[in-house]
């Protein structure tokens, strides 16, 4: 074995060490966020529930879209967004939020947005449960491309992961991140064909401009999977994973160049 191939795998052998860590980290803070409650883990449902259904009502019945299978075409890009748009909002006060674990017990410090991640990822599994059991009644035809689904939605938490790590370093220093972000969740919601497809802006330099963005990438690759039952293309396929590799390389970088004079901050 190569001292390259060593030196990949010797962080990833560290991370697994702790696996019983985040274990435990991910079943804690599921039990302790519905403890109590009479609908337990169906409340992780409401949300999306309510807004996919608020955004149904808008544009099915109000403002009325002549696009085909187009509830199944929101639904899908609200059904993502919504994870992403969460996992984004949370991230900021990952780190300070658990500054006091931090401070008495060492362990990697990448296993709290990872932990994050994976417990949000767990209860959005429920809502991407629904849009399976409705994929048919709304529209949808399955294919055999939708067993790439799952390569695509690691690209896709990827993606989002590495765009945790830097908003959670960088919120230990600049605190009015959070409100920034939360604002640039709303704007960016709307720059994104979520409610619209691309071929309703007439402008061809705003079309270009949103092909080029990341949020534009992972939503046009679910409705090409789900809405158009069409494989994406090779050049989304490629994009994409360039802008979750950058963001990975960015966010790691970050995080643990920041990292060893972290824990004094918080």
Same mark, same amino acid.
């Given at each position: 074995?190569?001292?390259?191939?060593?030196?990949?795998?010797?962080?990833?052998?560290?991370?697994?060490?702790?696996?019983?860590?985040?274990?435990?980290?991910?079943?804690?803070?599921?039990?302790?966020?519905?403890?109590?409650?009479?609908?337990?883990?169906?409340?992780?449902?409401?949300?999306?529930?309510?807004?996919?259904?608020?955004?149904?009502?808008?544009?099915?019945?109000?403002?009325?879209?002549?696009?085909?299978?187009?509830?199944?075409?929101?639904?899908?890009?609200?059904?993502?967004?919504?994870?992403?748009?969460?996992?984004?909002?949370?991230?900021?006060?990952?780190?300070?939020?658990?500054?006091?674990?931090?401070?008495?017990?060492?362990?990697?410090?990448?296993?709290?947005?990872?932990?994050?991640?994976?417990?949000?990822?767990?209860?959005?599994?429920?809502?991407?449960?629904?849009?399976?059991?409705?994929?048919?009644?709304?529209?949808?035809?399955?294919?055999?491309?939708?067993?790439?689904?799952?390569?695509?939605?690691? *690209?896709? +938490? &990827? !993606?989002?992961?590495?765009?945790? %790590?830097? #908003?959670? @370093?960088?919120?230990?220093? /600049?605190?009015?991140?959070?409100?920034?972000?939360?604002?640039?969740?709303?704007?960016?919601?709307?720059?994104?064909?979520?409610?619209?497809?691309?071929?309703?802006?007439?402008?061809?330099?705003?079309?270009?401009?949103?092909?080029?963005?990341?949020?534009?990438?992972?939503?046009?690759?679910?409705?090409?999977?789900?809405?158009?039952?069409?494989?994406?293309?090779?050049? *989304?396929? +490629? &994009? !994409?994973?360039?802008?979750?590799? %950058?963001? #990975?390389? @960015?966010?790691?970088?970050? /995080?643990?160049?920041?990292?060893?004079?972290?824990?004094?901050?918080?």
């Amino acid at each position: 074995m190569t001292a390259a191939v060593q030196s990949l795998l010797k962080p990833l052998q560290r991370w697994w060490n702790y696996r019983d860590l985040v274990r435990n980290l991910v079943a804690k803070e599921i039990k302790i966020r519905y403890q109590g409650t009479a609908l337990g883990f169906a409340w992780s449902l409401m949300n999306p529930l309510m807004i996919t259904l608020m955004y149904l009502v808008v544009f099915t019945y109000v403002f009325r879209s002549n696009l085909p299978g187009y509830p199944l075409f929101m639904v899908v890009g609200i059904i993502h967004w919504n994870l992403f748009s969460l996992l984004v909002m949370q991230s900021s006060e990952l780190l300070v939020g658990n500054g006091d674990l931090l401070k008495k017990i060492y362990f990697p410090r990448l296993l709290v947005p990872l932990s994050n991640l994976l417990v949000n990822a767990t209860l959005w599994l429920m809502a991407l449960g629904i849009l399976l059991v409705l994929y048919v009644p709304l529209g949808g035809t399955w294919h055999l491309g939708l067993l790439l689904y799952p390569f695509y939605l690691l *690209l896709f +938490l &990827g !993606f989002t992961f590495g765009i945790m %790590l830097t #908003l959670s @370093v960088l919120y230990v220093d /600049f605190r009015d991140l959070k409100h920034l972000v939360e604002v640039f969740i709303q704007l960016l919601f709307w720059a994104t064909p979520i409610v619209y497809p691309l071929s309703r802006i007439h402008h061809p330099l705003i079309v270009s401009l949103m092909k080029l963005s990341p949020f534009a990438e992972f939503s046009l690759i679910f409705q090409s999977l789900f809405w158009a039952d069409t494989l994406p293309s090779w050049k *989304l396929t +490629l &994009g !994409f994973a360039l802008w979750t590799a %950058l963001s #990975l390389v @960015v966010g790691l970088t970050l /995080f643990y160049r920041r990292g060893a004079r972290l824990i004094e901050r918080l």
